[in-house]
């Protein structure tokens, strides 16, 4: 094993809380995770990490589980003797918008842990509401028609804060909470995001908001690196109230890689970490994706988790209402671009689940539809003149674009697009279902991403594409989705797919962690580019999983294009109607 120091980063995602500890040279040292459903099974009540009430559209998680896993996490990294004492750093990420609402007791009752009881015990009692609302929330969609016209419309919502207003975004969440949950607003002394709620816990202390993840609230002028005061006005319900809510969202520092202060005597007595490990703000779990690799404009990263998201790093800021731009982490001047889908994973799990079995799903869950995937044409064209296949396969109502729940099938015969029916005598069968949705999430993605990517330097023989495709998130192990991924969106060096590509999220935090705990300062500040990109190896960090482009296939995508936005306009028209 190296020598110390370590860093240790987390990810408390939608499904489990992760935790990896990274060496001084990034080799991974040690791994462990809580998996919220299979660990703590039916104690919380939640299906997929989450708790559900339909008739409202709300989507929370209880903020004990989360508490509970910490402890929990951190045993296991014990057990497996992680050097808990040669951790130098602690960073990570958290699910990005979800909210914690903390009671006036919540301040004293973190200075104050005693390490003979668990952190469950002790802060119990610490939230104004039990809950945190997840990212999955679609209940408030009130309050995104009051923020998209509070300052115009949708664009210069988006001009201000890199956002339209969407259900999941934190302004429109407390604006929520304090009509629907009066007495909870009242009662809340400060607001937490996921990441900052972990970062306080770590820290003894409520943590401020990092300046990447405050860019996922709707609420912060990106420009002017500040709170923008009409939209602190209208969640506050009237300037008089705008006081009293920039105290529960506090102050938020600029530098992403603040030192907050050192870990909590909690962990220094129940787990041996050193007293002098510090804590640097915790970040949200797609900006801790972009930091788990030197990322260089042109590159892409698709993650795969229980949502699918597309994210790159580039200092150009378009804002647009259909996507997000947020603060880059780590590097002033740059912006992390995302588009961020509901319908990733869970939606894939439900066209696996609906294939005829195979022997082989035995052993790998995903057997059959890969075969599907892979044995199915492009767009399910078996020869010249069959027409594509174009489908939409939300199980839940989807962000990109903002649409109810459902599934929608079009064919295009290179002129016109026609919805399709079970009568007519083309077929289309459940193996086609598999590939046409793992088309369909890569060519929205192509879609929305192509003004941002433009000829690659050095080749300008090829079309304008990402230069790498780096594929991370559960479900970047399959082999399938990346072939089907590289034929959709190119990728002029190739398809990548992370080693710890489940854990990027943790992967990134740690980075972070280092980078704040070694950059040095005055003229010898190193930015996280410089750090990461002098240590970083190609070699057993990433694996190169499809060659992305080519030529036929990328063409052929590229005509369908067009074809696949009129669908989803013909879908959104009808939905709305
Ligand atoms: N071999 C695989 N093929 C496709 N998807 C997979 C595979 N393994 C795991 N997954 C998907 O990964 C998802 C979990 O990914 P993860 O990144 O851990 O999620 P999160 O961070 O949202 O909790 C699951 O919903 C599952 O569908
Ligand atoms: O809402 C978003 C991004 O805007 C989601 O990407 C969440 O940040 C959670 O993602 P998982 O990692 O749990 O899938």
Not at 160 to 186: C, D, K, N, W
Not at 395 to 423: C, D, F, K, M
Not at 544 to 567: C, P
Request: aromatic share 10%; proline share 5%; glycine share 10%.
């Amino acid at each position: 094993m190296s020598s110390g120091p370590f860093y240790l980063g987390f990810d408390l995602s939608t499904q489990q809380l992760k935790a990896i500890v990274i060496s001084s040279n990034l080799a991974v040292i040690s791994e462990a995770k809580v998996d919220f459903d299979a660990d703590f099974r039916t104690k919380y009540g939640t299906k997929k990490g989450v708790r559900i009430n339909e008739d409202e559209g709300e989507v929370y998680q209880p903020i004990a589980m989360w508490v509970e896993a910490v402890d929990l996490v951190l045993a296991r990294l014990h057990e497996k003797g992680c050097p808990m004492g040669q951790i130098k750093g602690v960073s990570g990420s958290g699910q990005q918008h979800s909210s914690v609402y903390w009671n006036s007791d919540a301040e004293t009752a973190l200075k104050s842990l005693n390490p003979r009881h668990t952190l469950l015990e002790q802060l119990g009692g610490v939230f104004a509401y039990e809950f945190a609302p997840n990212w999955q929330d679609h209940s408030t969609q009130n309050e995104c028609d009051d923020f998209d016209v509070h300052l115009g419309n949708p664009q210069k919502l988006a001009d201000v804060s890199g956002s339209a207003a969407h259900h999941r975004f934190t302004g429109t969440q407390i604006l929520r909470m304090r009509r629907r949950r009066p007495q909870v607003y009242e009662a809340t002394a400060r607001i937490s995001l996921c990441s900052s709620f972990l970062a306080s816990v770590f820290l003894g202390s409520i943590a401020p908001f990092d300046i990447s993840d405050v860019t996922g609230m709707n609420l912060w002028d990106i420009s002017a690196e500040t709170w923008n005061e009409k939209l602190l006005g209208l969640t506050a319900g009237g300037k008089e109230g705008i006081p009293a809510l920039r105290k529960k969202l506090g102050e938020v520092p600029t530098d992403g890689g603040v030192i907050l202060g050192t870990v909590s005597p909690y962990f220094t007595q129940r787990f041996g970490f050193s007293e002098d490990c510090r804590i640097t703000a915790f970040t949200g779990d797609n900006p801790a994706t972009i930091l788990c690799l030197p990322l260089r404009p042109l590159d892409a990263i698709v993650s795969l988790g229980t949502s699918s998201t597309f994210l790159m790093n580039t200092p150009n800021y378009k804002p647009d209402p259909s996507y997000h731009f947020m603060n880059h982490p780590t590097t002033k001047g740059h912006y992390m671009f995302m588009l961020c889908y509901k319908n990733g994973g869970l939606a894939r799990e439900k066209v696996r689940d609906a294939l005829p079995k195979l022997a082989a799903d035995e052993k790998d869950l995903w057997a059959s539809f890969n075969k599907s995937v892979l044995e199915t044409p492009p767009l399910d064209v078996h020869k010249d003149g069959d027409p594509a296949k174009l489908g939409l396969y939300f199980p839940l109502p989807e962000i990109v674009p903002n649409v109810q729940a459902g599934t929608w099938r079009y064919t295009h015969n290179g002129s016109s697009l026609t919805e399709y029916s079970a009568s007519s005598k083309l077929g289309w069968t459940s193996q086609a279902d598999a590939r046409i949705i793992v088309e369909s999430q890569a060519l929205s993605m192509r879609l929305r991403s192509q003004n941002l990517v433009s000829a690659i330097p050095g080749q300008p023989e090829l079309p304008a594409q990402p230069r790498r495709i780096y594929l991370v998130g559960g479900g970047s192990l399959n082999p399938a989705i990346a072939r089907a991924f590289g034929d959709v969106l190119g990728g002029a060096e190739g398809v990548y797919r992370l080693d710890v590509g489940g854990n990027a999220c943790a992967l990134g935090g740690a980075y972070k962690a280092l980078w704040a705990c070694e950059r040095g300062d005055g003229d010898r500040l190193q930015s996280f580019d410089e750090l990461i990109g002098a240590r970083w190896k190609e070699e057993g960090n990433v694996q190169k999983v499809d060659d992305g482009y080519r030529e036929r296939e990328y063409k052929r995508y590229g005509d369908v294009l067009d074809a696949f936005e009129e669908m989803e306009s013909r879908v959104l028209s009808v939905a709305k109607n």
